[in-house]
Nanobody
């Protein structure tokens, strides 16, 4: 059974930081490209950051320079370090695993709220 479990969300003030984690099981983690998506209330889910099996990363323009995605193949996990958070970063953040655009799995999401 495949599981992707996000954690680390919460309430933070503007300018603050959070670190999200996604623990996976049931997949051969090293074979999967991984990503973080987010969905704000009333909006579509959008891509935030990706990291390939080789460790190459890419970011949405809105988070470049503030967010960092990383992976730990030994722990079958990915992370999203979020700095300089803004109210517009408020969303549910989802972990995504993708292999050859055929095997795609999602986590249940973790809420991030940026508010004073």
């Amino acid at each position: 059974q495949v599981q992707l479990v996000e954690s680390g969300g919460g309430l933070v003030q503007p300018g603050g930081s959070l670190r999200l984690s996604c623990a996976t099981s049931g997949i051969t983690f090293s074979l999967y490209d991984m990503a973080w998506y987010r969905q704000a209330p009333g909006k579509q889910r959008v891509l935030v950051a990706t990291i390939t099996v080789g460790g190459a990363s890419n970011y949405a323009d809105s988070v470049k320079g503030r967010f960092t995605i990383s992976r730990d193949n030994a722990k079958n996990a990915i992370y999203l370090q979020m700095n300089s958070l803004k109210p517009e970063d408020t969303a549910v953040y989802y972990c995504n695993a993708n292999r050859e655009t055929t095997y795609i799995f999602w986590g249940q999401g973790t809420q991030v709220t940026v508010s004073s």
